[in-house]
């Protein structure tokens, strides 16, 4: 039977988390997760059953986006890989989880995103944008551990992103029900979140 464990940034993002789920709040930012979740995972006798389920909000980086979304992809925004590619090294800034859709790209930084020009500039290469999925990711396949990003959309990645604290509690509640559909009772399972088109 696999074992899950519900890794959010935030209280008020896990606040609709089913009572028996194990929750592991991490704080705020791509340090912060990948730390938090490789204790956690270290602290485990046997990680053969186990599933990391990211939940979250995240800012839209198109306007016609709204809603939950299982994201494929996940990339690292902030880092400059052109330059450690240059160096020899392989950045790793662009990495696969789970069974999230492919079309669905989500862009992992620490800079919280409510610049007109930085949605831009990264709505090129991304649907969504956030500050942990790509730490969790990455820490949990480091562990070898299956990861799955479940993201809710709270608002559009510019200036209304700095409402956050009023819209998080709205985003919570379909977390807290996809959680509900699809790991506590997935026989009653509705639809999966869309794909990107």
């Given at each position: 039977?696999?074992e899950h464990?519900?890794?959010?940034?935030?209280?008020?993002?896990?606040a609709?988390?089913?009572?028996?789920?194990?929750?592991?709040?991490?704080?705020?930012?791509?340090?912060?997760?990948?730390?938090?979740v490789?204790?956690?995972?270290?602290?485990?006798?046997?990680?053969?059953d186990?599933?990391?389920?990211?939940?979250?909000?995240?800012?839209?980086?198109h306007?016609?986006?709204?809603?939950?979304?299982?994201?494929?992809?996940?990339?690292?925004?902030?880092?400059?890989?052109?330059a450690?590619?240059?160096?020899?090294?392989?950045?790793?800034?662009?990495?696969?989880?789970?069974?999230?859709?492919?079309?669905?790209?989500?862009?992992?930084?620490?800079?919280?995103?409510?610049?007109?020009?930085?949605?831009?500039?990264?709505?090129?290469?991304a649907?969504?944008?956030?500050?942990?999925?790509?730490?969790?990711?990455?820490?949990?396949?480091?562990?070898?551990?299956?990861?799955?990003?479940?993201?809710?959309?709270s608002?559009?990645?510019?200036?209304?992103?700095?409402?956050?604290?009023?819209?998080?509690?709205?985003?919570?509640?379909?977390?807290?029900?996809?959680?509900?559909?699809?790991?506590?009772?997935?026989?009653?399972?509705?639809?999966?979140?869309?794909?990107v088109?």
């Amino acid at each position: 039977m696999t074992e899950h464990l519900v890794v959010a940034a935030t209280e008020a993002e896990a606040a609709y988390v089913p009572a028996g789920l194990p929750v592991l709040i991490t704080g705020i930012g791509k340090t912060a997760a990948a730390t938090a979740v490789a204790r956690a995972l270290a602290s485990y006798g046997d990680l053969g059953d186990l599933t990391v389920i990211n939940i979250g909000t995240a800012g839209s980086l198109h306007d016609h986006h709204d809603g939950l979304f299982e994201p494929g992809i996940v990339i690292n925004h902030d880092i400059d890989a052109a330059a450690i590619r240059a160096l020899g090294y392989d950045p790793r800034e662009r990495l696969e989880c789970g069974s999230g859709s492919a079309s669905v790209v989500l862009a992992t930084g620490d800079v919280f995103v409510s610049e007109p020009d930085v949605r831009t500039r990264l709505a090129v290469d991304a649907d969504l944008v956030d500050m942990e999925g790509y730490a969790v990711v990455y820490a949990a396949q480091q562990f070898g551990v299956p990861v799955r990003l479940v993201k809710h959309v709270s608002d559009n990645a510019d200036e209304s992103a700095l409402d956050w604290p009023s819209v998080v509690d709205h985003s919570a509640r379909h977390l807290g029900e996809w959680l509900v559909r699809n790991v506590v009772d997935p026989e009653v399972q509705e639809e999966d979140p869309p794909a990107v088109g």
